[in-house]
């Protein structure tokens, strides 16, 4: 009995291990999830709707951290500029939340820009896509 539920637990763990495994289905469901936020804190701005920036701020931070980025074949990046480019993700999407609290449209757009350069400056590294 007490094998079954060793091996029981076992089989559970393995389950778990791969359930967690970071696919390339999961990179692609965070990156739509990343332009859904994006999308958000553009239309926050525009309405002037600093509830929604923040939403989105926070949505985007949310993932940014979860996104895991590997050298593969058809991508020419390391995962020290993977690092960086998310830790530049979330010092901007900080100043975009700081700058509309403050009332500062024109300072949240200018962040917003610097976001959407660190999600380019990768994507320019997928080579793929050139
Ligand atoms: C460190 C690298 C990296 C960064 C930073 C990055 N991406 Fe991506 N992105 C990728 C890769 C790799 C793919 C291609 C995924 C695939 O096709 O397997 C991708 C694909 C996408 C796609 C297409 C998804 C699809 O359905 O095919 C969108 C949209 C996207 N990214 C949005 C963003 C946004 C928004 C940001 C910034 C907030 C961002 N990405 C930042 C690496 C990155």
């Known amino acids: 009995m007490k094998k079954i539920i060793l091996g029981l637990l076992?089989?559970?763990?393995?389950?778990?291990?791969?359930l967690h495994a970071y696919s390339d289905a999961d990179r692609i469901q965070d990156m739509q999830m990343m332009e859904m936020s994006?999308?958000?804190?553009?239309k926050g701005i525009l309405y002037n709707n600093k509830e929604m920036v923040?939403?989105?701020?926070?949505k985007l931070k949310e993932t940014a951290t979860k996104v895991e980025i590997s050298k593969k074949d058809d991508m020419d990046y390391s995962a020290k500029f993977s690092k960086k480019q998310s830790?530049?993700?979330?010092?901007?999407?900080?100043?975009?939340?700081?700058?509309?609290?403050?009332?500062?449209?024109?300072?949240?757009?200018?962040?917003y820009t610097k976001v959407l350069n660190q999600c380019v400056s990768c994507h320019n590294k997928i080579r793929k896509w050139n």
Not at 54 to 58: I, L, Q, Y
Not at 96 to 106: D, L, N, P, T
Request: charge should be positive; glycine fraction near 12%.
């Open 54 to 58: 923040s939403k989105g701020v926070n």
């Open 38 to 42: 994006m999308a958000k804190i553009q």
């Open 10 to 18: 076992t089989l559970g763990t393995i389950g778990t291990m791969t």
């Open 87 to 111: 830790d530049n993700i979330m010092k901007f999407a900080d100043k975009v939340q700081s700058e509309m609290s403050a009332g500062h449209k024109h300072g949240a757009t200018a962040n």
